[in-house]
């Protein structure tokens, strides 16, 4: 009954910037953190950001001083703010959650992806 949904994605030149936003919806007890994966063909996802609801955040070294990640608890939202973008941050983009039951038990949950691109 949880559900993610991104949205911000694009085609941008170096140097540019876009700014990511996902959204948790249906039935949550409360999120533990939520975080940003990406992906590119031949490469395993890896994280670029993660955020917990009490705000302790976390980012890959290479994209420290370039993105900032930020969210809003009332609303289960995260967003990804990514400045002075080059072509290897070319890749599909994933929200995650990490979302706890009543019980308070971990359960993952991803939304569906969306592709940034840095071309010139």
């Known amino acids: 009954q949880v559900q993610l949904v991104e949205s911000g994605g694009g085609l941008v030149q170096p140097g540019g910037s876009l700014r990511l936003s996902c959204a948790a919806s249906?039935?949550?007890?409360?999120?533990?953190?939520m975080g940003w994966y990406r992906q590119v063909p031949g490469k395993q996802r890896e994280l670029v950001a993660d955020?917990?609801?009490?705000?302790?955040?976390n980012y890959a070294d290479f994209v420290k001083g370039r993105f900032t990640i930020t969210r809003n608890n009332a609303k289960n939202t995260v967003y990804l703010q990514m400045d002075s973008l080059k072509p290897e941050d070319t890749a599909v983009y994933y929200c995650?959650?990490?979302?706890?039951?009543?019980?308070?038990?971990?359960?993952?949950?991803w939304g569906q992806g969306t592709q940034v691109t840095v071309s010139s």
């Open positions: 995650q959650a990490d979302i706890l039951s009543r019980e308070f038990r971990h359960m993952d949950y």
């Open positions: 955020i917990t609801s009490g705000g302790s955040i």
């Open positions: 249906g039935r949550i007890f409360s999120i533990y953190a």
